[in-house]
């Protein structure tokens, strides 16, 4: 597969792509999938919905009652692509490793380093230090973008593996160093740097409980063709209240269980919407709404995707015989360098180890 001249000037994340030969199939079947050659998604997030619904629509309302509309946060994601590149020397193709929950200034960092050309690194606040320098040591950050409730650990993973010359930006704290104090100082206009579409823009680690973490290499155009157990968490704490004035619910990431859907529907009245995706795709690929929905049962493979059960031998299963899910979309597997690609990508299909029938 030919991929576009590349914007980056670091190379790293495009020569640690598998060989072509082990990618899955891509498949490009709806219109809205069609991409042109130079594609930036951060800008086509921010800067597209601003031109589409205005500057004062509402973007991101937080629990603390932080709201920001479309225009702050463009103007906030501009001035941290500033930041990275003016103050910090950031290179298009570098890695900017993140680390926060979820919150406003999360969301402009990572659209950020996006329109300035960088690689964003997504790491779980909840990691250590030891679980987070496997990821390190496999991704090589030039940035780390910390919430300073949990920039300790970020810090000292990067000195366990000598590399505590790399800059660690808090922000949400106090001080002149603080990632938005320092964006407070910028114009917030910034041009997007114009990446290929098939420029790597996001690095995703998938597990990091062997210790040897798997990391998934997307493209800007992945990002735009783009869990039950929160549910679970939130009935168990007699609080189905805060689903109150929800109108949709939507479960994914793992298969979600027929007694959880009875549950959420009889204490709330709202029909989860159930899908099942993955990491390695970035995306839900098989889901159910509405009346498609049969409690217990997944649904079908949404517009864009295909997806199959291939038996032990790697043949198409049975009706009703268990086997492997498959899967084949606009979106797949790419792992940085690692072996375990072999056995995840099979004849084009996505083969995503969850064990299924239909």
């Not at 991929?3 to 030969?21: E, G, I, K, N, Q």
């Not at 501009?78 to 570098?94: F, K, M, R, Y």
């Not at 009935?235 to 805060?242: F, M, Q, T, V």
């Not at 979600?256 to 549950?263: G, K």
Request: hydrophobic fraction near 40%; include cysteine.
């Amino acid at each position: 597969m030919a991929l576009s001249p590349s914007a980056h000037v670091d190379s790293f994340t495009r020569d640690s792509l598998p060989p072509a030969s082990q990618w899955p199939t891509f498949e490009f079947t709806l219109p809205e999938l069609q991409y042109p050659d130079r594609l930036n998604a951060g800008a086509a997030l921010i800067d597209r919905a601003v031109e589409r619904f205005g500057a004062d629509r509402p973007a991101l309302i937080a629990p603390d009652g932080t709201r920001w509309n479309y225009g702050e946060l463009q103007t906030r994601a501009n001035q941290v692509a500033q930041v990275l590149a003016e103050d910090l020397g950031l290179l298009p193709g570098n890695r900017v490793l993140l680390r926060s929950p979820n919150n406003p200034w999360t969301v402009a960092a990572w659209l950020g380093v996006l329109k300035a050309g960088g690689v964003v690194v997504t790491t779980m606040h909840a990691l250590r230090a030891a679980e987070l320098e496997p990821i390190i040591a496999k991704t090589k950050p030039s940035v780390a973008l910390v919430d300073h409730r949990f920039a300790d650990d970020v810090e000292l993973a990067f000195r366990s593996l000598g590399a505590g010359a790399v800059p660690v930006v808090r922000y949400g704290g106090e001080g002149a160093d603080d990632l938005t104090q320092r964006a407070a100082t910028k114009s917030g206009v910034f041009d997007a740097v114009p990446t290929a579409a098939d420029d790597v823009a996001l690095l995703g680690p998938t597990s990091v409980s062997t210790g040897v973490p798997k990391i998934t290499m997307q493209f800007h155009l992945d990002i735009l063709a783009t869990a039950p157990t929160a549910y679970r968490a939130i009935l168990k704490a007699g609080r189905a209240d805060l689903l109150a004035g929800v109108k949709k619910a939507v479960s994914a990431g793992e298969h979600l269980p027929q007694e959880t859907w009875h549950h959420v529907h009889d204490e709330t009245g709202l029909k989860l919407i159930n899908g099942i995706g993955a990491t390695e795709l970035l995306h839900v690929f098989i889901s159910a709404a509405g009346d498609d929905i049969i409690p217990g049962a997944t649904g079908r493979a949404v517009p864009g995707y295909r997806a199959t059960i291939l038996d032990a031998e790697g043949n198409e299963a049975s009706p009703g015989e268990l086997g492997r899910l498959a899967v084949i979309g606009p979106t797949g597997c790419r792992y940085l360098s690692d072996e375990r690609q072999l056995s995840y990508v099979v004849n084009g299909w996505n083969v995503t180890g969850d064990t299924f029938y239909r």
